[in-house]
């Protein structure tokens, strides 16, 4: 399949990825000339159609722009429209999201290391392909995966597209009992937790470092979830009221979702890799521990690592759970009336994949009159782009199936929000 | 026998160490439901319900009567004819299907029934008629129902959908008891007058060494119970109400609640005779695992009247005349009795705030009997 | 298709424009999966595998709704592909949330996102997968439900008639023993005309239910709207209610568009 010149390396679906995407290669001369992730998940226009809507429907609404972590967007969704309302929920409701973030957590790290990137470390096509020979550690996964779900179904009603999440607090929130009877699964969890860090820090990881500007929340007390001010590596300490001052959003011909850069310095990593070299130090006991026992720690900038951070991040998913099931106590006020009046409110909170930010103006009425969005894997595009441009070229006098494999992880080191599936390349060289 | 409120606690309290699982009215989400009564503590102390058609409220009374209410969204068919039963599981074994779990030989809960109404007991009656005086009794319900312990409750109030005295069935309790309560409110605390209706009633009323009810007592509690029948403003005129509702097929009226029912079935299970249900079996991805489940249904489904290429009542009209001409007319010649007891609860509870008795009235074509003006 | 045959059904998952939570479900299954995946082959599924077996398929699950010229295409591709084509969800069942660009002006849409808005495209609506080709099964929801999910692959399995009901969610909210927000506490509900499946979890949680299943068998959204204004809620709110998820369908949409207009 050889012709002149250019060698073009399509990758048309990226596997084990959620949504829609491709990846575009171009090689000219021995040298590496272009790199494109090209999204084309068709665009379902949440921003447009959030408008004219009452500021009550926001949580469901937003939910459904993704299915994995739904509970994300209803997080970043009310935290903003909170602030803008001036509504500060009860101590007990914001334990009550915090464990429901645990249990997105957990149940997306979890899907994501076992069934979207572990199969690839160790050949195999999927999970389920890697359960004919390791069927105790995908079903130990499951277990753990399901004990997220289980956290999500109980606060939130169902484990997609949560219910019972309001503007305010929640429509109902568990009894002491019920919340205590989820502590086995996630006693259990944890376990399961720990054996995958020390199943993953084995995987044989390419040595590969980029100088990454990392991006994340960052709070005075806790590994940081729904609150805290957005920092960098790089001297970045804002206010979510002060993101857009800061990171810009640009559109790229080759892509649906738009790429966003911090300003003047380009690309950006946020997600669990950048969350743990931020705020390390936040990390709870187990997790710590895990992570000096896998030889992990800060700063880490090898982003097939990234796996590692994921995993760590189960552990203390686990344990924060525990800790904050013992200390539950049901809230007082449940949720607040709120009144609306014409304001404008940000916040960003952590998604299992990074940083998610949301701005909401809303009239008097209480209808929403601008929405803005800004998902954590659009952040993250650019910067798999760069690391494309800094991976491929020691790649390139390796066999075909081999650059396609290791292009599509890197990709899948950010767990980025669109998915697809694996054709074969197409190759041409060039010969100058 | 007068009964402090210290001796209905002891009575609770023996019954459930005598292996009863005592269940009766408490607050929950807004409504008085039926549930696991542990104690006094447990029962709605205080409160009182107020009903319209499509609208109920729970209100706080001026006293701590412990049964000061009417009748919650649910009834006892929730334990006897449960929502949700599987009825039997097979597994694959070999060539052979195998039985593994089977619901009619499974040891019921064995039941103790707080807080009776008349109406309930008339209900108890028709599903007991239904489910266990025809040629195939139900096991199901029958291994639940023949031990049910039931205390009664005198009605000593009603709500404006409430219609007994015109089906007979109430307000005033006339057997189907073990035990008859009365509630006196009386200051902080109830009294409570309390007579038996069978023997395995007279002993526990027996053992709990109680004082005789003096005269006074006894005419404080039907004093008591003659309130209930004074508050009944719903009637449902029921001469001539079945062969009515047979010759008029056809009315408009039909028509005219059809545009309004919503055809969502929720009449059908608060209504405390109803007992239509599904049966579904299910099998797991293997196909070595199958079930069969027990669920209610209703006629308000289309699939309820479905033969083979479509539902016989395709029609909202179709399924509400179903429904309500079985209830109060066709109901006579399946079962002997009318199928309805007064209670209101399909009023209540309608979405739509549908009124079974005007609408019947209607189409019989028979003046409206009720006092509207006493109607919320 | 059933127990008996000499090779495992080939099931395939397609996606189309959706938030993936609908194929997510099939992965949520965690007790089952296995199970699933020892019953079936599963061939071609993006979101949890790289393997690719071609089709044709015996099983094809349509995640999504059709919003692209390109996607138009897709499905006509998918739907020769499969012998049984069953879509999950409201975006493929009833076009989805997106389908709200079906009373805009979608190149206004397109404007307000995006700096350069020719490199996008996109159609102006956004449609159910049955618009453009005939769907075999659909499973209703937002996000469908596992149980219903599970249950239609075990029928498939066995030959038999899934148990997938078209009754009103009123249904499972009063086997479930809810008491009805809408009754009790005046709190609008979309239950009675939409179709059971979720197993009534909002009025469980204390919320009127707004139609994740789309319109049950025969709803009567005229009755249910004047209710809705005896509860107090003006023209613009109900019409926001009935256009949500499922808005696009029918039923939904006329009840919404009566509304607005009113």
């Known amino acids: ?432 | 026998m007068r009964l402090e409120a210290k001796e209905l606690a002891s009575l609770i309290e023996t019954l459930r160490r005598d292996g009863y699982e005592v269940v009766g009215p408490t607050v929950r989400d807004g409504a008085i439901v039926y549930d696991a009564i542990e104690g006094l503590e447990d029962l709605p102390r205080g409160w009182t319900d107020e009903h319209a058609p499509g609208r109920y409220r729970l209100l706080r009374r001026p006293d701590n009567a412990l049964f000061g209410y009417v009748v919650g969204p649910q009834s006892w068919k929730r334990f006897l004819l449960p929502p949700r039963v599987r009825l039997f599981s097979v597994r694959r074994n070999g060539d052979q299907p195998e039985i593994i779990a089977d619901a009619s030989a499974e040891p019921p809960p064995k039941y103790a029934f707080l807080g009776a109404r008349a109406c309930e007991l008339a209900a108890l009656a028709v599903q007991d008629r239904v489910l266990l005086g025809g040629p195939y009794a139900d096991p199901i319900y029958r291994n639940r129902r023949q031990d049910v312990f039931v205390i009664a409750v005198q009605c000593t109030q009603a709500a404006p959908t409430c219609f007994c005295s015109s089906m007979g069935t109430g307000p005033k309790l006339s057997g189907g008891y073990d035990i008859a309560l009365t509630e006196v409110v009386e200051g902080a605390e109830s009294w409570f007058v309390a007579h038996a209706g069978t023997e395995a009633g007279a002993a526990r009323l027996a053992a709990l060494g109680a004082p005789e009810a003096s005269p006074q007592d006894v005419a404080r509690a039907e004093e008591a119970a003659r309130r209930a029948e004074s508050m009944i403003t719903r009637r449902l005129n029921t001469a001539g109400l079945r062969e009515r509702l047979a010759e008029n097929f056809e009315h408009p009226q039909w028509d005219d609640v059809a545009r309004r029912c919503l055809a969502c079935a929720n009449c059908t299970l608060v209504c405390p005779t109803c007992f239509c249900v599904t049966v579904e079996d299910t099998s797991d991805v293997t196909g070595s695992h199958a079930e069969r489940w027990r669920l209610w249904d209703s006629c308000f489904t289309q699939s309820f009247s479905y033969i083979h290429g479509g539902p016989v009542r395709a029609s909202i009209k179709a399924r509400y005349r179903q429904w309500l001409t079985h209830k109060l007319s066709s109901w006579h010649d399946q079962f002997g009795t009318s199928g309805c007891v007064g209670c209101g609860r399909c009023i209540t509870w309608c979405p739509a705030a549908i009124e079974i008795t005007t609408e019947a009235e209607a189409v019989c074509g028979f003046p409206p009997s009720s006092l509207r003006s006493e109607q919320a | 298709m059933n127990f008996n045959a000499r090779r495992k059904p080939k099931l395939a998952v397609f996606k189309f424009a959706s938030c993936d939570g609908c194929q997510l479900t099939l992965l949520d299954a965690e007790d089952e999966l296995l199970a699933v995946a020892e019953a079936v082959e599963i061939a071609y599924f993006p979101e949890a595998s790289r393997a690719v077996i071609k089709g044709p398929y015996d099983i094809g699950l349509v995640e999504g709704s059709i919003t692209t010229h390109h996607d138009a295409e897709r499905i006509q591709q998918v739907r020769r592909q499969c012998r049984t084509l069953v879509t999950i969800g409201a975006c493929a069942t009833a076009g989805g949330i997106q389908a709200l660009r079906n009373w805009q002006d979608s190149a206004e849409f397109v404007r307000h996102i995006y700096p350069s808005p020719d490199f996008i495209h996109t159609l102006k609506m956004s449609t159910p997968i049955a618009e453009h080709v005939p769907v075999d099964f659909e499973l209703r929801g937002c996000p469908i439900s596992k149980s219903q999910l599970l249950e239609l692959i075990s029928a498939l399995l066995a030959g038999r008639k899934p148990n997938i009901p078209t009754y009103s969610v009123c249904l499972e909210c009063k086997r479930r023993l809810n008491v009805c927000v809408a009754v009790a506490q005046g709190i609008p509900c979309l239950g009675p005309v939409t179709q059971a499946g979720c197993g009534a979890i909002c009025p469980a949680y204390g919320r009127g239910c707004y139609g994740c299943f789309g319109p049950m068998e025969t709803p009567n959204t005229e009755s249910l709207r004047a209710q809705l204004h005896v509860l107090g809620q003006t023209s613009q709110e109900i019409s926001r209610a009935f256009r949500s998820f499922n808005a696009w369908t029918w039923h939904f949409r006329h009840a919404s568009d009566e509304e607005e207009r009113a």
């Open chain 1, 1 to 432: 399949m050889s012709r002149t010149g250019t060698r073009t390396i399509k990758v048309d679906y990226l596997a084990r990825v959620e949504g829609e995407g491709s990846l575009y290669l171009k090689i000219q001369g021995g040298r590496l000339r272009d790199v494109q992730l090209k999204i084309f998940e068709p665009p379902r226009m949440f921003e447009a159609f959030l408008r004219g809507r009452h500021f009550s429907e926001v949580p469901d609404i937003v939910a459904r722009i993704c299915g994995i972590c739904p509970v994300a967007y209803q997080m970043s969704a009310v935290h903003a429209i909170e602030g803008a309302l001036g509504i500060a929920v009860d101590p007990a409701v914001r334990l009550l999201r915090r464990l429901l973030y645990c249990g997105e957590w957990i149940e997306s790290h979890a899907l994501h290391v076992f069934f979207l990137h572990a199969p690839d470390f160790l050949g195999y096509q999927d999970a389920l392909e890697m359960a004919r020979d390791h069927r105790a550690v995908v079903e130990r996964a499951l277990a753990l995966k399901k004990a997220g779900n289980q956290l999500v179904a109980l606060l939130g009603g169902r484990e997609i597209h949560p219910v019972a999440v309001a503007v305010g607090g929640f429509y109902k929130t568990p009894s002491r009992k019920e919340v205590r009877a989820l502590r086995p699964a996630l006693e259990q969890a944890l376990e399961v937790a720990l054996e995958t860090v020390r199943f993953v820090s084995g995987f044989d990881f390419p040595p590969f470092e980029q100088d990454y500007e990392f991006v994340a929340l960052s709070h005075p007390q806790e590994y940081p979830m729904n609150e805290g001010r957005i920092v960098s590596n790089r001297g970045l300490d804002v206010d979510a009221a002060e993101y857009e001052d800061h990171f810009a959003e640009h559109q790229v011909r080759h892509s649906h979702a738009l790429h966003s850069v911090i300003r003047v310095r380009g690309s950006y990593m946020v997600g669990p890799l950048a969350r743990i070299n931020l705020n390390f130090d936040r990390l709870t006991p187990a997790a710590r521990q895990a992570a000096a026992e896998a030889g992990f720690a800060p700063p880490c900038r090898n982003p097939f690592r990234s796996i590692v951070a994921r995993a760590l991040e189960l552990v203390f998913a686990c344990e924060e759970g525990l800790r904050l099931i013992e200390s539950y106590e049901p809230p007082a006020r449940p949720r607040l009336e709120v009144e609306p009046r014409a304001a404008t409110g940000q916040a960003a909170t952590e998604a299992p994949r990074g940083l998610l930010y949301h701005r909401y103006q809303i009239g008097a009425d209480g209808l929403i009159r601008l929405a803005k969005i800004v998902p954590p894997t659009s952040q993250n595009q650019k910067r798999i782009e760069d690391d494309l441009w800094g991976l491929v070229p020691a790649l390139l006098d390796r066999p075909e199936p081999e650059i396609l494999w290791k292009c599509e992880q890197a990709v899948r080191n950010y767990d980025p929000c669109i998915s697809c599936a694996t054709h074969f390349l197409r190759l041409t060289v060039d010969r100058e």
